[in-house]
Antibody, heavy 121, light 108 residues
Framework: EVQLVDSGGGLVHPGGSLRISCAAS????????MHWVRQAPGKGLVWVSR????????NYADSVRGRFTISRDNAKKTLYLQMDSLRAEDTAVYYC??????????????WGQGVLVTVSS | SYVLTQPPSVSVAPGKTARLTCEGN??????VHWYQQKPGQAPGLVIY???DRPSGIPERFSGSNSGNTATLTVARVEAGDEADYYC???????????FGGGTKLTVL
């Protein structure tokens, strides 16, 4: 069974940093592109970032480019999102999601349960 | 950047048909995916590549894509279909994934 388990959320001050993780199981993690999607309280889904299967190619939404870094450890079957220079508007539930196949054009067929990141003083 | 527009809400009586739209410039040339999200849950894929259904999704769910509008159709609506629905595409020009703002489907 495919499972994605998000972890690492919490409260952080504006300007601070946080790293969230997504542990994968039940599939060959190293062959799938992965994404982060966020959802502010009461709002819709917003794509944040994606990484290809070997970590050699990444892309980011304009709102987080230069502040967030996506990475993966295929040996540990884990996806990461390093979030720096956090702002109040980054407050959201963050979900990891798997692309159905090895391209960003494919849909997200499995999602983590999400972690809440709250940026507040 | 590419923009997808969805109506904020749609209401339908049980047993009737709900049609949820997703508008985007020449969206017919893109592959549209649809997700269902119930309160407190992660989203789940219900339609992909305009009109394919993942295993386990009832045949009552179908999709279409033409011109500037993609549509998710839910036939014989049930109380359990009440949820937020999001359309999604990949914008090749920016290599970004784009979501619509979402539609809340209310079953009367």
């Amino acid at each position: 069974e495919v499972q994605l388990v998000d972890s690492g959320g919490g409260l952080v001050h504006p300007g601070g940093s946080l790293r969230i993780s997504c542990a994968a199981s039940g599939f060959t993690f190293s062959t799938y592109w992965m994404h982060w999607v966020r959802q502010a309280p009461g709002k819709g889904l917003v794509w944040v970032s994606r990484i290809d299967s070997d970590g050699g190619s990444t892309n980011y939404a304009d709102s987080v480019r230069g502040r967030f870094t996506i990475s993966r450890d295929n040996a540990k079957k884990t996806l990461y999102l390093q979030m720096d220079s956090l702002r109040a508007e980054d407050t959201a539930v963050y979900y990891c999601a798997r692309s159905m196949a090895d391209s960003a054009m494919f849909p997200f067929d499995h999602w983590g349960q999400g972690v809440l990141v709250t940026v507040s003083s | 950047s590419y923009v997808l527009t969805q109506p904020p809400s749609v209401s339908v009586a049980p047993g009737k048909t709900a049609r949820l739209t997703c508008e985007g410039n020449n969206i017919v040339f893109k592959s549209v995916h649809w997700y269902q999200q119930k309160p407190g849950q992660a989203p789940g894929l219900v339609i992909y590549y305009d009109n394919d259904r993942p295993s386990g999704i009832p045949e009552r769910f179908s999709g279409s894509n033409s011109g500037n509008t993609a549509t998710l159709t839910v036939a014989r609506v049930e109380a359990g279909d009440e949820a937020d629905y999001y359309c999604q595409v990949w914008d090749s020009s920016s290599d970004h994934v784009v979501f619509g703002g979402g539609t809340k489907l209310t079953v009367l």
